[in-house]
């Protein structure tokens, strides 16, 4: 059974292939099929914009997994034009950041905040199975419950596609999430990983 894995970040390629373990699937990329062009992510949450890039790649695949999230920082508003939110990569408005750069935009930001936030990320999956959509959302106090901390002084090592992992901080141990046993990313410690599989198995059809 061929998926594709709506994404061009490699961690969150990853991620899920990690959640889809054991599963005789072959999962492939835009860049394998030669796409060259992404959706429009213009919904109001993660999970609608989740559900926008599956619709969308499903026109090349009848089965896609894509993901959306979206970055919070507690000391801040949801309304302050400061707040990551759904555009982590664009914030307020610039160009999109490349990860050194958003490296250096969010330890200024953090900086300006006293050096160290609480945050959280409000994470969507969603599937689309021979034209069947399916999602997969946290709910803001589900997210919150694995809150973490970034800091303004970043670790020298990195985690390709989720350079905000060398900001992040592990609220029980105090490593950063590069130094997380595992694979990259959030991946290497997955709050909802039972859940996800067993959402992920079931949405395509993988008894």
């Not at 390629?13 to 992404?38: H, M, N, Q, S, Y």
């Not at 599937?127 to 589900?142: A, K, L, M, N, R």
């Not at 997210?143 to 901080?169: C, Q």
Request: net charge negative; charged share 30%; proline share 6%.
């Amino acid at each position: 059974m061929k998926v594709l894995l709506g994404t061009t970040n490699p961690s969150k390629v990853r991620r899920f292939k990690r959640l889809l373990r054991g599963c005789d699937l072959e999962f492939c990329t835009p860049a394998d099929l030669g796409i060259a062009w992404e959706p429009q992510e213009i919904g109001r949450d993660p999970e609608e914009n989740a559900i926008l890039k599956a619709r969308f790649y499903s026109q090349f695949c009848d089965r896609v997994i894509c993901n959306d999230s979206g970055l919070y920082f507690d000391a801040l508003p949801l309304h302050d034009p400061r707040q990551p939110g759904l555009h982590v990569r664009t914030p307020q408005g610039c160009r999109r950041l490349d990860d050194e750069e958003m490296i250096a935009y969010y330890s200024s930001l953090i900086r300006s905040l006293g050096g160290r936030v609480l945050a959280y990320y409000l994470d969507s999956i969603a599937v689309s199975c021979q034209g069947q959509i399916f999602s997969f959302s946290e709910t803001p106090s589900e997210a919150k419950e694995n809150a973490f901390y970034m800091v303004d002084s970043p670790s020298e090592k990195r985690h390709p596609g989720w350079p905000l992992d060398a900001l992040s901080i592990d609220r029980d141990t105090g490593r950063y999430f590069v130094d997380r046993t595992g694979d990259a990313g959030q991946s290497a410690e997955e709050p909802n990983g039972d859940r996800l599989s067993h959402f992920l198995k079931r949405a395509l059809g993988i008894k």
